[in-house]
């Protein structure tokens, strides 16, 4: 059984790649390209799980394929991504202030499925001597219910990821 996380870094990358800003997740398995435009780097730098009901108890609810009640259980998760736009070193820092500009807009209507975006901050724009780039750091939190379904028999399905958007 998993807990659901094992995807949430390329979740938000696909999300910002959607929205015109080209992201990477942090460290991958294969190699970096060396890139000449700025790039959203994805990584996950805190995590914060609790409950999300009494005993994690988040209600039931009606399988349509099945025809089958079924429980969930749940608990809430914040989430928080580290965003940090890098560009080339002979790139200007509009280059990135559009950039982030778009990532602004592609977090502040909506953000990834299944992740509410509470927060979403940056820092200034400047030369980072260790990746030898102009840098500028960003992050958004987000909170998001990772819950679980127990079908009739009192077997688990599998975790699922979801939001927590107030109407």
Known sequence: ?????????????????????????????????????????????????GPAGFQNYLGERYDQETGLWQERYGRRARLTFGLDLYAPKQGSGQQVQEAFDRMAGALLTGGPAGLAVEEFSCGETGYDPESRRLKRPAQAVCTAILYETVRAGGEFVDFELRGVVKP
Request: hydrophobic fraction near 45%.
């Open 1 to 49: 059984m998993s807990a659901g996380m094992e995807q949430i870094r390329a979740q938000m990358a696909e999300h910002l790649n959607s929205h015109g800003v080209v992201a990477v997740t942090a460290w991958p398995d294969s190699g970096r390209t060396e890139e000449d435009r700025v790039v959203a780097v994805v990584s996950l730098r805190g995590c914060q799980v």
